[in-house]
């Protein structure tokens, strides 16, 4: 008898490794890992680029190559201090903060706007008021330095989701919004905005977020951006008059940013707006596939301004080339994807409100400063979340991620398992205390309930 020699198809690898995927994710702490493991890799290659793009300019300055990464290392323990703190918040807590986290940026937003005004109108000399002074967009007391609109993201995503959470099926009404909120966001869009045109974008777009996961009607999404347009306009006239860094009588660098994007470099002037914009695309040329090296990057010698900030992404495009910035654009992927299933999983409206606008937060910073280095988008001087150099940006996002975190674990299903197998008493009392168990279920009609149910109404 003749022996078969066929044999059943091997299933592809695509089929082998989406049942591992399916069931990664079916477990009930899937999406807290997801989310540490995310952020810690972007905050690890974070602290790597910008060691990387201010050791030759440090070492030159001060003799030291470690000097601003040991800024950045500090600002990142604070910022892991922070993760720390809101991660163990309960939500109760969080809303209550909401409005004073806001009011406080509100208030370090109008002094700051008031000593640029008094400058440019002559009355000041500097920017100064005793210890308090500005610098474009940092506000000093005395040497401590603060960015006052990362806090009013911060705060508009506590007290925008307390405030939604609170009206509920009566936000439909136009009413509702303009009561308090739309007087708010637009005092937040002109304090914001007269210094900051692209910290005003990522609130806008923290804002849609809130209002799309309350589930408010498209036409307020439209007299929104009909809004949005207007005071964009308006704050791109103001910087002819002296508004923000803008000089009365030059040239209007807002416009001239958000129409330079558009022009062939051929036809844009090289040592003017268009210098950055050349630059980067030059880092971005040079790296290729897999990049020059990490650290044998060239342009970031004085080549490439904002190499450390606003354009590090340059700098991991010429160092690590197209891989490398497909990592970053994945773990992107992976945070935007992790935020929204958390947002989608919390019964609790505040916590479902809130991981929408912080995640629509952070993904929309990065949208926008990646499409300006590569020339999709016009350049705003937004840093790129994790991964650019800065004190208050870093602490703020590490905080929002920690609120993530916090959500994340009050999931029903993450809840339910951790509270049935509760981890040690000290393993709760350093990292973070078990969260709320979820109200019960309630049990379906089985078969039998529902045929009787079905008998009786006939």
């Known amino acids: ?91 109760r807590t969080l809303r209550d903060l909401g409005k004073f986290v806001l009011g406080a940026a509100i208030v370090m937003l109008f002094v700051l706007d008031l000593l640029g005004a008094l400058k440019s109108v002559g009355l000041l000399d500097k920017p100064r008021i005793g210890p308090v002074h500005a610098e474009l967009l940092w506000l000093y007391f005395g040497p401590v330095g603060l960015q006052p609109a990362e ?40 304090l914001v905005g007269y210094n900051d045109l692209g910290s005003m974008l990522v609130l806008l777009a923290l804002i849609i977020g809130l209002l799309w996961a309350a589930g408010v009607r498209l036409r307020v999404f439209a007299a929104l951006g009909v809004l949005g347009l207007a005071g964009i306009s308006l704050l791109i006239a103001a910087a002819s008059g002296g508004a923000g860094s803008g000089q009365a009588g030059e040239e209007n660098y807002r416009l001239a940013r958000l129409t330079n994007f558009l022009q062939p470099l051929e036809s844009c002037d090289v040592d003017g707006p268009c210098y950055q914009l050349i630059q980067a695309r030059s880092a971005i040329f040079e790296g290729g596939w897999f990049g020059v090296g990490l650290g044998k990057g060239a342009l970031k010698w004085n080549w490439l301004p904002e190499a450390d900030n606003d354009f590090i992404f340059a700098v991991v495009a010429e160092e690590l080339g197209v891989v490398g910035c497909a990592v970053i654009l994945a773990l992107f992927s992976v945070l935007a994807y992790t935020g929204f299933r958390i947002a989608r999983r919390s019964h609790d409206p505040f916590r479902r409100l809130a991981a ?21 988008l016009p350049i705003t001087g937004l840093p790129l979340p994790f991964i650019s150099a800065g004190g208050s940006a870093l602490v703020v996002t590490l905080a929002a991620v920690g609120m993530l975190a916090s959500f994340a674990r009050a999931e029903p299903d993450a809840s339910r398992a951790l509270n049935a197998r509760p981890p040690a008493r000290w393993v709760r009392l350093v990292w973070a205390p078990l969260p709320p168990l979820p109200p019960p279920r309630r049990p379906g009609p089985t078969r039998a309930t529902a045929a009787a149910g079905a008998d009786g109404r006939r």
């Open 1 to 91: 008898m003749a022996e078969r020699t066929d044999q059943a198809p091997r299933p592809s690898l695509s089929r082998q490794l989406l049942p591992a995927v399916h069931g990664m994710l079916a477990r009930p702490l899937s999406s807290y890992y997801l989310l540490l493991a995310s952020s810690g890799l972007l905050l690890l290659i974070g602290l790597t680029m910008v060691f990387s793009a201010t050791s030759v300019k440090a070492y030159a300055e001060d003799g030291n190559a470690f000097s601003a990464i040991a800024n950045q290392a500090v600002f990142a323990l604070l910022g892991l201090f922070a993760f720390w703190v809101c991660q163990r918040l309960p939500a």
């Open 356 to 376: 929408a606008a912080i995640t629509t937060w952070l993904v929309a910073q990065a949208v926008i400063n990646i499409g300006g280095v590569t020339g999709m």
């Open 151 to 190: 806090f009013a993201k911060l705060g508009m995503v506590l007290w925008g989701a307390d405030v939604i959470a609170r009206k509920g099926a009566a936000l439909g009404h136009w009413r509702e919004l303009s009561r308090p909120l739309f007087p708010v966001v637009g005092l937040l869009f002109v």
